[in-house]
């Protein structure tokens, strides 16, 4: 999904035109040259179609936490000696490009949440629908799986994760069940959790199951997904080369209101000094410039049922001199959710 349009925003110059799918269709033209990182690899389908855009003497780092796909990742670097392949997480860019060398890139590109071929994987236990391990982990070579925490978590932050990240008004009535239901027996399986929770939400909106928000919720927490994108969008701004283009599809509220308030905190930074007496040559310059957002088409909304919430949102990099905080306060502008929730980690109490 909105997948042409998130290749095309990288490489066509072209693009740019506000709300309006006008821009988004690929226009014959000269392959484009430089370095650019898919950080979010999933199955491949975003990379190999900007491969297709990329001159040979290209370079396209691709990065992804899931060892499954990381091995369709490498399968595709033996194919095409232009691809490098990151085991990680996209907040680790920064670290990871100098590793291989590479300190300005020409382009970003991030497909936010949870991929199809996870979903659809009933022992990855991403799924209410499916019965499976309740596992969640994007990672599953570390970390707590989603019936770990659920054994130890407390009333209090389950309460406040379940609101928080799932957005969801009765995280007090679930979070008191999960925890009820674990003094007879352990939550061990996806419909264990999901019959739970339909259990205690007897409202929904029409067409979304009563476990969603959260199911949601456990996953973004288990997996840091807001904080490793905070730590993603601060990397952006270090690492893009002026010119080079941000792409970001993103699937729910959280994920979309941080991007667009981080590329609107870049692209008028003076706007938190408009009522002060500085002359207008001494404000601060944008850093990016927000080339607008994409939505799906009625078609692929139809074909996909995940399409219906998606957003792209598109940022290219001006040429302005990164402020002395790097850009730290773009980032912090970005109203980060449940910042008193801790990292799920073993031996945590």
């Not at 300190?103 to 499916?130: C, H, T």
């Not at 570390?142 to 309460?159: D, F, I, N, P, Y």
């Not at 008191?176 to 027996?185: D, F, G, L, P």
């Not at 929730?341 to 945590?348: D, L, M, N, S």
Request: charged share 30%; hydrophobic share 40%.
């Amino acid at each position: 999904m909105l997948l042409e349009p998130a290749v095309n925003a990288l490489v066509d110059r072209k693009f740019g035109l506000k709300g309006k799918r006008k821009g988004t269709e690929a226009e014959p033209g000269a392959l484009a040259e430089g370095v650019y990182v898919d950080g979010t690899f999933g199955r491949g389908g975003h990379s190999r179609l900007l491969l297709t855009r990329l001159a040979k003497s290209a370079r396209l780092v691709v990065f992804d936490k899931d060892p499954e796909a990381i091995a369709v990742a490498e399968e595709l670097q033996r194919e095409d000696e232009r691809v490098v392949v990151v085991h990680g997480g996209f907040g680790s860019m920064p670290e990871q490009l100098r590793e291989q060398g590479i300190e300005r890139v020409n382009g970003v590109m991030l497909d936010l949440g949870i991929s199809s071929p996870q979903i659809d994987d009933a022992s990855r236990g991403f799924s209410f629908m499916r019965e499976g391990p309740l596992d969640m982990r994007m990672d599953t070579s570390s970390g707590l799986t989603a019936a770990q925490w659920l054994a130890e978590v407390s009333l209090e932050e389950l309460r406040e994760v379940i609101a928080h990240y799932g957005e969801e008004r009765f995280a007090f009535q679930i979070a008191k069940a999960v925890i009820a239901r674990r003094e007879s027996r352990p939550l061990r399986t996806t419909l264990d959790l999901a019959e739970l929770v339909a259990s205690v939400v007897r409202t929904r909106e029409k067409g979304q199951h009563p476990a969603t928000r959260t199911f949601q919720a456990i996953r973004i927490h288990l997996n840091q997904e807001l904080e490793e994108l905070a730590l993603a969008l601060a990397a952006v701004l270090k690492v893009l080369a002026p010119g080079g283009r941000l792409s970001v599809i993103s699937f729910h509220s959280l994920e979309d209101r941080m991007v667009k308030q981080c590329i609107a905190a870049a692209a008028r930074p003076a706007a938190v000094h408009a009522r002060l007496p500085i002359p207008e040559k001494d404000m601060p310059q944008p850093i990016l410039t927000s080339l607008g957002r994409v939505l799906p088409t009625e078609e692929e909304s139809k074909d996909n049922v995940r399409a219906r919430s998606a957003v792209l949102r598109v940022a290219e990099r001006t040429h302005t001199p990164l402020p002395p905080d790097q850009g730290a306060s773009f980032v912090t502008a970005m109203k980060l959710v449940a910042r008193g929730a801790q990292p799920a980690r073993k031996g945590r109490k």
